[in-house]
């Protein structure tokens, strides 16, 4: 075969390899603005997704045959729409066919005579078709900041269950697919589908609208949604299993989302909190980890390799936060200033280990937690000594308040170790290993175990 002759399959290849990047860069920037408006066109989420996918698969075809339209998240929702208003005449229909087999039944007619003229068709259960969709375009543009933010109230509202607010969120508002985020949370794809059908006939069977809650409902539905945005970058940001210690793909999504978030509801600080605690906490992500994917310590980490740029993006979240708070700083505002004092230290020593230790004594006034008072007591260890923080350790371990994690035995191991206890600490830092899921972060304790040894 001819070299020429081998050329318009190629040219062909590299058009459709073109389409999707093109429909993939698309779909990850916009999928939340076209989900969105056409959930307000249709009043219905699942419906929405089903026929914004559907356009997807129509674009991956138009646009390797045609070429890029000059608009493409327009080509998107017309196509979509197009294929809702299908959908919409073919349930007219069908529920007319309905009434019109229905209509003796409704009369108590039993013959086995035909449907005709007379026969009361049409009266009794028959529906009134709805009007026709394309009366009115499905999106204003004037609107799309507050369908995105909709969307982003519905997939987290609180009928559904912790995991099903996640994988809706990362699918519906983060345009991520199954297999994405099935591979995040290490779980089946399967699990993951589940979760998500469950969610959308849940919000169904609730009748949930996709509206905005009412502004005074708004406020206190919020912690749901940053409460999600928070899940998806702590596992981002350290993995709880698998042989990878972070998953930088999704903690910046929910940092993408978190932005998104903030810029929706400007007046409201927490999601301005959560945006610079997202960005001061990801600003460490490159010097987190070695050649190898190994863990590496704050302690022993080249600062000079953090991030700058999220550091500064972070502290403007930050002081954003703190000049809307009128109460002062919430739970996120409060850990991002956490956040902020590791970012602006010039080593470990050098941080302000004294403000550290009064930033989580608020916090735990504020959102108190078992996890809090751990991290407390590593700030008390830094700033006041190893005993002290021991007895807020050993108070954590007779109440049985973080019973299963392996954090409690490794701060444990870590202080006995600081304080001579060398066979107390190896056995700590063992089982910490031993409960522990993260392989990278499971080497890292058996390291330290050895070392006492």
């Known amino acids: 075969m001819s070299a020429a002759a081998d050329g318009p399959p190629r040219d062909e290849s590299a058009r459709d390899e073109s389409a999707r990047r093109a429909v993939e ?103 009134v078709p709805p009007a026709d969709p394309s009366d009115d375009l499905p999106w204003d543009p004037d609107r799309v900041d507050d369908d995105v933010l909709a969307l982003m109230f519905v997939a987290c509202h609180p009928v559904l269950s912790p995991e099903a607010r996640v994988a809706l969120t990362l699918r519906a508002v983060g345009g991520l697919t199954s297999e994405e985020i099935a591979r995040a949370f290490l779980v089946p794809v399967a699990t993951v589908q589940a979760r998500i059908t469950r969610a959308k006939k849940t919000l169904g069977a609730a009748r949930v609208p996709f509206a905005l809650p009412p502004a005074e409902e708004r406020r206190g539905r919020l912690g749901g949604v940053l409460s999600v945005l928070y899940v998806i970058f702590t596992e981002g940001s350290t993995a709880t299993a698998g042989d990878s210690l972070l998953r930088p793909d999704l903690a910046y999504e929910a940092i993408r989302l978190a932005r998104t978030l903030a810029a929706l509801m400007p007046d409201e600080p927490e999601p301005n909190g959560l945006l610079a605690l997202c960005e001061l906490t990801a600003t460490r992500f490159p010097a987190r980890t070695g050649p190898d994917g190994e863990a590496v310590l704050l302690a022993d980490q080249d600062r000079r390799r953090w991030d700058r740029s999220a550091i500064r993006r972070g502290m403007a979240a930050l002081d954003r936060a703190a000049a809307l708070g009128a109460a002062g700083l919430g739970p996120y505002g409060l850990q991002a200033a956490i956040a902020g004092c590791h970012a602006s230290a010039p080593s470990v020593p050098e941080t302000d280990w004294e403000r550290i230790v009064l930033l989580y004594e608020a916090l735990g006034r504020v959102a108190p937690s078992p996890v809090v008072e751990l991290n407390r007591a590593v700030a008390v260890a830094m700033a006041q000594g190893p005993q002290q923080a021991l007895a807020i350790v050993d108070h954590l371990v007779a109440t049985d308040r973080l019973a299963g994690s392996h954090l409690l035995p490794s701060v444990r191991g870590e202080l006995l170790g600081r304080l001579g206890r060398t066979s107390e600490a190896r056995a700590e830092l063992e089982l910490a290993a031993r409960l522990c899921r993260n392989a990278r972060e499971r080497a890292v304790l058996l390291r330290k175990a050895a070392a006492l040894a």
């Open 25 to 127: 860069a698309v779909w990850r920037m916009s999928s939340a603005r076209i989900v969105g408006a056409l959930a307000r066109y249709t009043g219905d989420v699942d419906l929405a997704e089903d026929v914004a996918q559907e356009a997807v698969a129509q674009a991956l075809v138009a646009w390797s045959r045609d070429g890029v339209p000059a608009n493409p998240v327009g080509w998107l929702l017309t196509a979509a729409r197009r294929r809702a208003i299908d959908g919409f005449r073919r349930r007219s229909a069908l529920d007319e066919r309905y009434a019109l087999l229905a209509g003796p039944l409704a009369e108590g007619e039993t013959s086995s005579g035909g449907v005709g003229p007379g026969s009361g068709s049409g009266s009794g259960s028959g529906a």
